[in-house]
């Protein structure tokens, strides 16, 4: 008896175990496959041509985006300081303002919270962090409510702080968080001034563009990830794997990368950033960022699909990218309307702007000073540079 159930148990272990091994050798679902390349900038970019034919377009573009208007000193008109136009793997246009040259830093201000971005995603890469984590997993908050607030919740402005984003345009610069956050009361421990804001909403219910929603998502994903890598983990994980050494990223008091604004570099490495988002987060055939993180990080904003908050026409984001999507209801036309729909930038301040239009395997970049608001349209400056390149093989 005894020897009779030990054979059926045998039996039963044997065909328990033939059927995991039948279901492991049956295929999953393929991961998505990595783009193919030719070449990768890594070391440096590859260099092309426009095609011939083009110097009518040319003169157009140049035309609207070097022509300075007044002395330098009242910083009218559209100031741009550089223009780098890379069309399938290769520069094909390069051109910079007197006083500006190809390996000299510029300011990225908040294009710097596309890159928090790609921290994050490698930090999820790397199972230290979920989007459904709360921020109190990984950081002390000032204020307990704010232990509310999600990953996912930063990456989509929908953290309901009571934030103020108010530049040196927006009037009452007193009350701008972001200006005390950046260089007042805050910049000594940014985690614990932005979390001391009091919730205007319930996270997730209300979208508003916040410096201190992408900053104090650098510093949860800064937690989790130094204790794994150790200091500079930014540069070994993201920057040197893509070939970006220009690089500068300032940090606050308490070592926290200033996510959302203070990070430097050359137009050509800036392009590098953007040459990975265009390439769906992989480089060299190696995938660095999730299987569909890009795809989910240029859909709309959930919270922005729900309530808005100091918002404006055109004002339409993923996760930390500006999009040209019409979103039905509140945002009927395409905010670029001489753009490819799939077109979506990094943006920052006085004018920069790293603009991905995956359907023309095109990235253009712009470094720029622009001070006097309303001069320069980013519709016009892309819609004068896309027949640079359209039409080519």
Not at 25 to 49: F, H, K, Q, S
Not at 119 to 144: F, P, Q, R, W, Y
Not at 309 to 330: E, H, S, T
Request: with cysteine.
């Amino acid at each position: 008896m005894i020897r009779s159930t030990l054979f059926h148990c045998l039996l039963s272990s044997r065909g328990l175990l033939a059927l995991l091994a039948a279901l492991l050798a049956v295929p999953g679902p393929a991961a998505a496959a990595c783009p193919e390349r030719a070449e990768w900038p890594t070391r440096d970019w590859p260099t092309g041509a426009l095609p011939a034919g083009r110097e009518q377009a040319l003169e157009a573009f140049e035309a609207y985006a070097f022509t300075r208007v007044g002395k330098d000193e009242e910083r009218k008109g559209v100031r741009t300081d550089g223009v780098l136009i890379v069309h399938r793997g290769r520069v094909v246009y390069e051109r910079y303002a007197p006083g500006w040259k190809a390996d000299k830093r510029h300011l990225g201000w908040s294009m710097t919270k596309s890159v928090t971005n790609a921290l994050t995603a490698l930090a999820v890469a790397h199972g230290a962090l979920s989007v459904d984590d709360s921020i109190c997993k990984h950081v002390k908050a000032a204020n307990e409510a704010a232990c509310a607030i999600t990953v996912r919740h930063l990456l989509e402005f929908g953290s309901g702080l009571d934030w103020k984003e108010g530049y040196e345009s927006g009037g009452g610069l007193q009350s701008s968080s972001v200006l005390a956050m950046l260089y007042g009361e805050g910049r000594g421990d940014m985690v614990r001034f932005i979390t001391s804001h009091a919730l205007r909403d319930a996270p997730g219910t209300s979208w508003e563009y916040s410096s201190g929603d992408t900053t104090l998502l650098a510093g949860v994903v800064g937690a989790v990830m130094r204790p794994r890598f150790g200091e500079g983990w930014e540069w070994r994980l993201l920057m040197d794997p893509v070939g970006v050494r220009s690089a500068v990223w300032e940090r606050d008091g308490q070592g926290v990368l200033v996510g959302s604004s203070l990070m430097h570099a050359t137009p050509r490495d800036w392009a590098k950033l953007g040459f990975l988002f265009l390439n769906d987060g992989c480089w060299e055939g190696q995938r660095l960022l999730p299987e569909g993180w890009m795809a989910v990080s240029v859909a709309v904003s959930e919270p922005l699909k729900q309530k808005r908050v100091d918002w404006d026409p055109g004002d339409v984001q993923g996760r930390q990218f500006w999009l040209n999507r019409r979103v039905p209801g509140f945002q009927d036309e395409k905010p670029w309307p001489d753009v490819p729909e799939d077109a979506y930038a990094m943006r920052g301040h006085w004018g920069q702007s790293v603009t991905i239009i995956p359907s023309r395997d095109l990235v253009v970049v712009r470094m720029a000073d622009d001070r006097q608001s309303g001069a320069f349209n980013l519709n016009t400056f892309l819609a004068r540079a896309l027949p640079l390149v359209e039409g080519t093989p």
